[in-house]
C-alpha cells in the first residue's frame, strides 16, 4: 500500500519545483536534507499541481456562459445614449475607444438597446463668425465672376 506524502514535503517539493529544473536534482536535494521520496513519487506530486492550476484556469474562463450580453449593461446602455444624444455626436469609433469597447458592441446597442438605425455621418467644418462675415461680403462679386455657363452646373451642384 502507498504511504500518503505529509503536506509539508508537498509544499518542499512545490517550492523547489520552481528552482530546480528536474525531478532528480529535487530528489537530490531532499535527500541531501534527510527525507527520502522516490523519483516517481516527485513526478506525481509535480503533476498533479499541474492539473490542478489548469482545472482552476478552465473554471476561470467557463464564468461567462455563452450567449449572454455581459458587456451590454445598463449602465453601457445608458452612457452611449448619453454621448449620442448631442447636438454634434460622436462617431462610433470615437464612442467604442472613449468607452474601451469595440464598435460592434457600439452598434449592437444602438441598434437592439436604444432602437436607432445607422447613418453615415457627414462631417463639415465649422465656421468660426469672422470666416462667415467673409463669405457673405465676398459673395455677391463671385456669384458676378460667374459667367452663364458656369452658374447653372454650380447652383445645380449646390442644390443637389
Avoid: W
Amino acid at each position: 500500500m502507498v504511504r500518503e506524502i505529509s503536506s509539508e514535503i508537498r509544499g518542499r517539493i512545490f517550492e523547489l519545483y520552481h528552482f530546480l529544473p528536474s525531478s532528480r536534482k529535487i530528489q537530490k536535494y531532499l535527500a541531501e536534507k534527510g527525507i527520502s521520496v522516490s523519483y516517481r513519487t516527485i513526478l506525481r506530486v509535480i503533476k498533479s499541481k499541474k492539473e490542478e492550476d489548469i482545472s482552476s484556469k478552465t473554471e476561470m474562463k467557463n464564468v461567462n456562459k455563452r450567449g449572454l450580453p455581459f458587456i451590454r449593461s445598463d449602465d453601457l446602455i445608458k452612457t452611449i445614449a448619453k454621448s449620442i444624444d448631442t447636438p454634434n455626436p460622436p462617431t462610433q469609433h470615437e464612442i467604442s475607444c472613449k468607452l474601451g469597447i469595440s464598435t460592434g458592441i457600439v452598434l449592437r446597442v444602438l441598434k437592439k438597446d436604444l432602437g436607432l438605425t445607422y447613418h453615415k455621418k457627414v462631417t463639415t467644418h465649422v465656421l468660426i463668425p469672422k470666416q462667415a462675415q467673409q463669405r457673405l461680403n465676398r459673395g455677391p462679386h463671385f456669384l458676378r465672376c460667374l459667367n452663364r455657363r458656369k452658374l447653372p452646373v454650380i447652383v445645380s451642384i449646390d442644390e443637389t
